[in-house]
């Protein structure tokens, strides 16, 4: 399988209040295959959405963004300068904070289609009418015509999802898509996803904290504590094999299992063991799990 994305050696600083740089992500090498969906888990904190936002470059001004190499669609853009486009589309968690609440949802689809299409008119009102149907909204010319207030949570997503992939990308990236709404829309918004996938074989990076979601709908998943991806590997390696320590205790943590509701501890000398410079990364085969020495954080 090709890679759609593939990140190597990213670090990224951010300057505190009292101008030191403070690294939040440690040399993390990252890739999604055409047509994979693959999972980013890790508690709060972790670098999830930090990762994401340094794929496509909506870090703060301040940020410093080093890697040592990123390709996308197997062109090299290691180099490019921010503001280049990319064929990477980005949703995020609440669509209410990313819609203009006095614009029409007809607005905000024909502004994606004029930008990444170059159609105006008759024919961007007809393909955004045409991009809702296909996320699975009923009455599409109707909801075309509406404000975003007026739709459900589920519709507003998939707003969301309709905008993505007017804009003809490669790799959609899902910041927490369905954390603000209630589990039967969750598992609608999902199952778009998946199907999305197969039809039109779109690589999804898909971030979440919620463990069943990854079981159901991930072909591989990244495991994220403080900045590193401390594991990598199929959902069933990492489900029913997992290597490093902080995969572990995050499964162990997850409801439904004998530990859950306890705290996940990553303070200390437990820290130190899990993700400090004598920690491993753990990067799963076909055959077996290899163990990487965690680069020596500055």
């Not at 009923?138 to 519709?155: C, I, N, T, V, W």
Request: charged fraction near 20%; proline fraction near 5%.
């Amino acid at each position: 399988m090709t890679d759609v994305l593939r990140v190597a050696g990213l670090t990224v600083d951010i300057p505190n209040r009292d101008g030191v740089a403070v690294r939040v992500l440690h040399d993390v090498d990252f890739t999604v295959g055409h047509g994979e969906i693959v999972g980013v888990v890790g508690e709060s904190g972790s670098g999830k959405t930090m990762l994401m936002r340094s794929v496509v470059d909506i870090l703060p001004e301040t940020a410093i963004r080093t890697w040592t190499a990123c390709e996308v669609d197997g062109v090299d853009r290691t180099t490019r300068s921010r503001g280049d486009r990319l064929p990477v589309s980005m949703i995020f968690q609440d669509p209410m904070t990313s819609l203009n609440p006095v614009r029409r949802i007809g607005y905000h689809l024909v502004e994606v289609i004029r930008r990444f299409q170059g159609v105006t008119g008759g024919r961007a009102r007809q393909l955004g009418i045409e991009a809702l149907d296909q996320v699975g909204i009923d009455d599409p010319a109707r909801r075309f015509r509406q404000y975003p207030h007026e739709l459900s949570g589920g519709m507003r997503q998939r707003v969301m999802i309709a905008m993505a992939l007017l804009a003809k990308p490669s790799l959609l990236i899902a910041d927490e898509p369905t954390t603000a709404l209630d589990v039967t829309v969750q598992a609608q918004i999902l199952d778009l996803i998946t199907d999305l996938r197969r039809e039109a074989r779109l690589a999804v990076a898909l971030v979440t904290h919620d463990l069943g979601v990854v079981a159901g709908t991930c072909d591989r998943v990244a495991v994220m504590c403080r900045g590193r991806v401390v594991e990598v590997g199929t959902t069933d390696e990492i489900f029913y094999d997992p290597q490093h320590p902080y995969t572990r205790a995050l499964l162990a943590a997850a409801p439904g299992t004998e530990a859950a509701g306890g705290s996940l501890t990553v303070s200390g000398g437990v820290a130190s063991e899990w993700v400090d410079a004598s920690a491993v990364r753990v990067q799963h085969s076909t055959t077996h799990a290899s163990l990487v020495p965690a680069e020596v954080a500055p």
